[in-house]
């Protein structure tokens, strides 16, 4: 049996995004343990706040590697570095909102 | 301890005109291609034969003896230094093409200006057209470039033909002009003003202003390539650039007599801008035990690389600045790295960039060691009550 045959079936694109979401949940779980441990209280403003930062880093790295993989290296890198240095700043920002004495 | 500070000012002052004009003469004994040489490097002699009309003005032939066409040179006012321009006609005046013989511009602004296309789109243009009008749209982020290689045309076609040049239009002082003057009026008086939260109004103000009109709107900054050019002896456009002489003068001027580097304070929008990331987190002083020691790295780069750039005849190889990338997106990918680091570290560290790197930091310590032959300064540098060595005005 060709073992190439199992990469092209259709079955794995929709497992690998079950799998992506468990590890979603996890990490949002994982998260909310890690506030709670650093002395950080959340309200559901703050957590729609992270979860629009994390969405925005997500999109950015995808469309910077996307970009990437269709051989528009210098405009993926570009995109990485701009838009990955605001997300940086917007970052640092959320974490004086979250940790106000951090 | 005040005589020892006031010598070594004198030195340092001294030292620095004599470096200064040292690498002027290198510059000026560095052989520069003729005419005739950077003629024939765009035409070359094997595929064209040229005779010479006038000083400005070329027939031109391809080796078939067929294509009659001109050849006009002409220089324009750049950034950095005169722009040289060679436009190739066809024998009623229809541009055939531009090229860029000669300058000493920023690298990246003449890419922005090929990139743009604007080379190429005078192909369809009469040179008649140049004689007083501009045909040509400036290039944003390269408008100085784009002005020069237009008036360089203009130029070539005025003198060939011995037509008047167009009448000198005046010194225009503008709005930018008028903001330039009250940004340095506000940031000098900001040590003098007591209220503080008046105090802390203005500073705000200029950071925001500073940013938004000098560095994004308007491009508007002291960089070491500029004030290469200016040491080489190049001066700006006085009808197009007043607004260059007013911070340059404005900020030298305030260090003499107040020995306050007002620039680098409250006008750089570099500084603006990190000011405001420094806000984000917010970042901390951070001095080290080196600090002083590391001032006299950064400052003794500002000057080699100044004394490079001045000695090689051109100025845009002392664009080691990331102010071209943050605010106009153009620059090396090393730039653009540096700028990254600084962004990143201006989080953390209140304005990293400033105290660590700028050069235009070590132009005016250099600056404020010329205060050292006045008296008054001589006065402050002496010891305070506490033991300390007064630094407001001496050197370091």
Redesign the interface.
Known sequence: MDITVIFESSILQPLFWMVMGGLMILLFIGAGYWLKDAGISMSWWKWMLSALWYAGVYVIIAGGFTLIGEHEVRAGLFFL?VFG?VM??LG??L??ILKPNG | MADKSYKRNIIIAAGIIVLIILANIVGSLRQTASEQQLIESVFPPGQYSLHKENDNKWVIYDNNRDKPGFLYAGEGRGYNGMVGVLTHTDTTGNILGLELASHSETPSYIDRIINSGLLTQAGNINIREFAYDEPLDAVSGATITSNAIVIAVRHSYLDSEGLPREPFSGIVFGLNELFVILIMAAGASLAYIRPRKLQKTITWMLVVFTLVWLGFMNNQMLTLTRIAAILSGYLPDVTRELYLYLLLGGSIILILIFRRNVYCHSVCPFGSAQEL?AR???ARSFKPSWYRKWKWVQWSAALLILLTAIAMNNPGLAQYAVFGVFFQFTGSTIL?MIL?VT??LS?FIRRPWCRFACPIDGVFAYVRAFTGFSGASRQACKIKPDGTKSRKSCFI
């Open positions: 570095g240095t940086i700043i640092a920002g974490w004086r | 990331l984000v987190k917010p653009f990254f962004i990143v989080l």
